[in-house]
Structures are given as C-alpha cells and as structure tokens.
C-alpha cells in the first residue's frame, strides 16, 4: 500500500521488530544495528538483533539507529518481503559478517566474589518474510538454497507469513 519499495521495507522491518521485541525476556533487546568488536570490525547493517541490554551496553544510538558490541548478540534476522533463493543467500552474508567478529569475555569481581567469563558462543542467524516466492513454499527449492549458504552464514531458523516457519537444529554454525 506504501507504493514505495523502501517505505514498504521500513515498515515490515518495523513490524516484525515490535513483534520481536512483544515475544522476547525484558533482558534483552531488538535493535536494527552495526554489530562491532574489540578490534575495529563491524557487520553489515542488521535489519534486526537480539541482543544483551542489561549487561552490554550499546555503544552508540542515534534514533533508531545503532551500534552494538558483538559479545551481547544472541541472534541477528534479515528482513525481507519474501523469500526466495537471492534472499536466502543475501541473508546468509548479512549473518556472516555478525559471525566473523571478534567476541571477548573476560572475569569480572562483583559483591559475591568473581565471575568467570562467558563462554564464546555463535549467534543465531535467520531470515523474516512475508511471503514466499517459490509456489512450492519450504519445499525443495527452498531446501536447495538453503543448502547453498556456507559457513560462516548459514541460517539457523526463519519465518514465513502464511507459509511456516524452519529451524535447522544440529547444524555447526561455524565462524
């Protein structure tokens, strides 16, 4: 209804960002953002993360826009109006460039003592849309896209309005 191919993107990134952020524990957040580390990296521009807020702060905001250290983010989604096979791979860029980065831990003393660094973890990758270019839906021609990611952006899950939603369990998401 927008008529704009840019608008209509805003606003499904908006949508699916407040459903997100309805669905998630209060501790974290949902944030379109730059994912930087340590040593300078950053991603690409994020649609949507979820991140750490209680213990990672962001680094920088401005509006809706922001950077956000790689250690705090749990899972980062491409937001697209449909999937198919361009989308798919252009997702699984996107989440490799989160996964490249660096991520650090380190001990920290607080009232009780000290607390041992976190242990290194991937981040989740996924892929949000309204709808599905493939008459077959999540058949085999969405399988073979799938297929078609390599490590380090291969996607974990995703959802597809009106169409389903996948996960993909057990598979290594390596950096």
Known sequence: AAGHTGVQGDGSEHLWIDL????I????????????DSAGGRSHQIDAIIHDRQYSPQVWERGEHCYVPAESVYAAFEIKPEINRGYV???????????RLAR????FGWANGTHQG???FVPLGGILCGSCGWES????????ALEATVAPGRLDLGCVLGRGAFDVPNRERPR
């Open 20 to 23: 997100l952020r309805r669905r």
């Open 25 to 36: 524990p209060p501790r974290s957040q949902v944030s379109k953002a730059i994912v930087v």
């Open 89 to 99: 791979l252009y997702a699984a860029q996107k989440v490799a460039s989160v996964r």
């Open 104 to 107: 650090t831990s380190s001990t």
């Open 118 to 120: 976190r242990e290194d």
């Open 137 to 144: 839906g999540l058949g085999d021609p969405f399988k073979d």
